[in-house]
């Protein structure tokens, strides 16, 4: 069922409490800590402007980084509140508490469309262990709830669920950002029933991450692309040679029961025909690659790792990929990292772009894709791309995310 979002809500002068995501890159640089990448805090931006515009008194609570329950002040999410402030233009109070008599009295003294954000809510270790009483502390702070967090909507945490659960049985409102809407919008209602062809291209690193996905979206798609070490794992399934490719063993049975699910389904399952294969190297404990070539082969040589998909495999997969109505992209086609084996995945972005200005919806599942198309400056050119790794990966296997789960129902 549709969930309640912020454009339902009337906000005037309500304390609003909102649960985004600030886990940004941050590092040390002459003393002090600096944020690398602000796209996470862009992106709380409409709702947050949305919240002023309606008056609510906002409270924002996040988490950074893993303190596991301690005070690190490497973790802090001051220089957040910092960032926030000249990026929205206005003043961003910080309290160095979530939760006790100091962060109650900063909420206290908060004007209709001022806001306020908390320090790391993993502070306290009652946050991962989804606490009631921790729970009842931050819901104390709010009249309603949002969350904006997509990114963490898979994990059952007390400021992700057990907060919302809170408010709820108080008859209290917890609706979803606009970021969190978007996500749901392009990640289940427009796959529910997708344009055809319906294309999904999937890579990285392992078959285990993402076979519940394939299992799900084989009800569904048209074809399936598969790139990345991933293949190898349905290469073995396939009987062919994998060489030192990147593989899992104990998945050839799961690899071959979806290779067999795409036949029964008619769906067009297509693996690498030909590959960049690179010869493993280590020197002093060191890793590199050396001597890499196109291998015109299905087999790798027993010397050789698999490292992207070769120039004939990039044809086929672009050519399926501008045909396509509907595209769920997931995983890069290769150690897109390397220069020398990027060619595969900025191949398939660029495949996936040109589709979408022919009229394609375009959703880019997050993670590695995400990163390579920003990496390739085509971010603007793709439909949807998602905020969350892991919490997108778990949507699209169709598990209710306990962060989605907990907000009212429209
Ligand atoms: P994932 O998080 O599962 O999407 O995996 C992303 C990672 O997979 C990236 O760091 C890639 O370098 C890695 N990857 C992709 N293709 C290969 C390959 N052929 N061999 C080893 N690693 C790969």
Redesign the pocket.
Known sequence: MAKLTINDLELHGKRLLIRVDYNVPIEEQGGKMVINDDTRIQATLPTLKAAIDKGAKIILTAHLGRPKGKREPSLSLRPVAEKLTKIIGKNVEFCDQCVGDTATEAVSKLENGELLLLENVRYHAEEEANDLDFSKQLAAHADVYLNDAFGAAHRAHASTAGVASVITSRGGQCAAGLLMNRELQFLGEELESPQEPFVVIL????VS??IKVIDRLLEKADTILI??????TFKLAKGLNVGK??VERDKVTVAQAALDKAKERNVQFLIPTDNIVAKPIEIDGKFSFGDHHVNDNQNIPDDM????IGPKSIDLFSNVIKEAKTILW????????DQR?SEGTFSVARAVCEATSSGAKSIIGG???VKALNKADLGSQVTFMSTG?GASLEFLEGKELPGVAALSDK
């Open positions: 890579g990285g690193a392992k991450d993402k790139g990345g070490a991933m293949a190898y490719s990147l790792e698999g490292v992207d997931n995983g890069p086609m290769g150690i897109f990292e084996f993670g590695d894709s790794g």
